[in-house]
């Protein structure tokens, strides 16, 4: 099992890490691990396009939602049952898929390996670990098996060092900006629910404020390579928010058939 | 053997895979845990979502069926499937 994930997996991602690497016209870890995160947050949030763009349209026919939701408050089956309906009738559908999202955690946990891997270097030389060498494909195992690895993000963050602050802040920062950003899109529904709905809003609340302190924390913990992946996986987030919610005052309120499948 | 106990014996598998379901529910679940306020309409595609689907269905079918069940409505829902209601029976 370990060695299939291996092979499929973390070895693909690993040459591409070195690869992209190898070709930048200055050999920099750090950029080529924010052009790996960004090519793969892109491939991963093409599955999740359509969702997106869905919800933005349920914002305009948020009052009709309002109405089911509090009719049949008392009965959460009903109320799902009716909320599904509604979503068919008006051809928008917010959800994301729970497929995508079982194929997505294992190549997330393959990329945080790489980034560990490609900062395992000998601490003399800076050249790769043998284990690591050994994963390369072709020319990149003869040449990484000798030359060192610049962990010099733009010349003066070392990226194979633990407890770096202020990418640990910077990531942290990031991060509250994007669940705030949510927050905001967030329609006050929540507070003439149930009680149960009400008990999740407050529980949503907190996490806003808990998931950055807790990045910042482990940001620390981690060499900064990591922490450099983790604030350019956030900042994607919030560009991609950014970019979706941007036109939203010029829509009409009328549900436009998005996603017809 | 006290009926009782064969009973708890046999019920322990399906009692430990609830157990998952649930502390995945609390933790990672993009619809019921820690992260459910990045989507504030929710996540699954289907009523029930897909871990309350699989609680329910291990829970009357237990591990084996209901797992097939279960493993049967996360491949449903994919990004080509309308989603929905889609109760266990």
């Given at each position: 099992?370990?060695?299939?994930?291996?092979?499929?997996?973390?070895?693909?991602?690993?040459?591409?890490?070195?690869?992209?690497?190898?070709?930048?016209?200055?050999?920099?870890?750090?950029?080529?691990?924010?052009?790996?995160?960004?090519?793969?947050?892109?491939?991963?949030?093409?599955?999740s396009r359509s969702s997106i763009?869905?919800?933005?349209?349920?914002?305009?026919?948020?009052?009709?939602?309002?109405?089911?939701?509090?009719?049949?408050?008392?009965?959460?089956?009903?109320?799902?049952?009716?909320?599904?309906?509604?979503?068919?009738?008006?051809?928008?559908?917010?959800?994301?898929?729970?497929?995508?999202?079982?194929?997505?955690?294992?190549?997330?946990?393959?990329?945080?390996?790489?980034?560990?891997?490609?900062?395992?270097?000998?601490?003399?030389?800076?050249?790769?670990?043998t284990d690591q060498v050994q994963?390369?494909?072709?020319?990149?195992?003869?040449?990484?098996?000798?030359?060192?690895?610049?962990?010099?993000?733009?010349?003066?963050?070392?990226?194979?060092?633990?407890?770096?602050?202020?990418?640990?802040?910077?990531?942290?920062?990031?991060?509250?900006?994007?669940?705030?950003?949510?927050?905001?899109?967030?329609?006050?529904?929540?507070?003439?629910?149930?009680?149960?709905?009400?008990?999740?809003?407050?529980?949503?609340?907190?996490?806003?404020?808990?998931?950055?302190?807790?990045?910042?924390?482990?940001?620390?913990?981690?060499?900064?390579?990591?922490?450099?992946?983790?604030?350019?996986?956030?900042?994607?987030?919030?560009?991609?928010?950014?970019?979706?919610?941007?036109?939203?005052?010029?829509?009409?309120?009328?549900?436009?058939?998005?996603?017809?499948? | 053997?006290?009926?009782?106990?064969?009973?708890?014996?046999?019920?322990?598998?399906?009692?430990?895979?609830?157990?998952?379901?649930?502390?995945?529910?609390?933790?990672?679940?993009?619809?019921?845990?820690?992260?459910?306020?990045?989507?504030?309409y929710g996540y699954c595609k289907?009523?029930?979502?897909?871990?309350?689907?699989?609680?329910?269905?291990?829970?009357?079918?237990?591990?084996?069926?209901?797992?097939?069940?279960?493993?049967?409505?996360?491949?449903?829902?994919?990004?080509?499937?309308?989603?929905?209601?889609?109760?266990?029976?």
């Amino acid at each position: 099992m370990a060695a299939f994930f291996n092979t499929v997996l973390y070895e693909p991602l690993f040459n591409g890490l070195i690869y992209i690497y190898d070709i930048l016209p200055w050999k920099d870890l750090g950029i080529a691990i924010i052009v790996l995160t960004l090519l793969i947050k892109l491939v991963l949030y093409l599955p999740s396009r359509s969702s997106i763009k869905s919800q933005k349209t349920l914002q305009e026919t948020q009052p009709k939602l309002d109405a089911i939701k509090a009719k049949y408050k008392d009965n959460r089956e009903e109320m799902g049952k009716q909320l599904m309906n509604f979503y068919k009738e008006n051809k928008v559908n917010p959800f994301s898929s729970c497929l995508p999202l079982l194929i997505q955690l294992p190549i997330l946990i393959a990329l945080y390996r790489v980034f560990f891997g490609g900062l395992t270097t000998d601490s003399q030389t800076g050249i790769l670990v043998t284990d690591q060498v050994q994963h390369l494909y072709g020319y990149l195992k003869d040449v990484y098996a000798t030359t060192p690895i610049n962990a010099m993000f733009l010349g003066f963050v070392d990226l194979a060092k633990k407890g770096n602050y202020i990418l640990a802040f910077i990531a942290g920062g990031l991060q509250f900006m994007q669940g705030k950003m949510m927050m905001r899109r967030k329609p006050e529904i929540d507070t003439k629910g149930s009680k149960d709905e009400g008990k999740a809003a407050a529980m949503n609340r907190q996490m806003m404020y808990f998931m950055p302190v807790i990045t910042v924390i482990f940001g620390i913990q981690f060499p900064a390579g990591l922490t450099l992946y983790w604030a350019t996986s956030t900042l994607f987030q919030v560009g991609q928010q950014y970019l979706i919610f941007r036109d939203k005052k010029n829509k009409t309120g009328q549900p436009v058939v998005i996603d017809q499948k | 053997m006290p009926k009782k106990r064969i009973n708890k014996l046999v019920l322990l598998p399906r009692r430990a895979v609830l157990l998952l379901v649930k502390a995945y529910q609390k933790t990672l679940s993009p619809d019921h845990g820690l992260f459910a306020y990045k989507h504030p309409y929710g996540y699954c595609k289907h009523f029930p979502t897909c871990s309350d689907y699989t609680f329910q269905a291990v829970g009357k079918y237990g591990v084996v069926k209901g797992g097939i069940k279960s493993a049967k409505r996360v491949l449903r829902c994919n990004p080509h499937s309308q989603g929905g209601y889609d109760p266990i029976d």
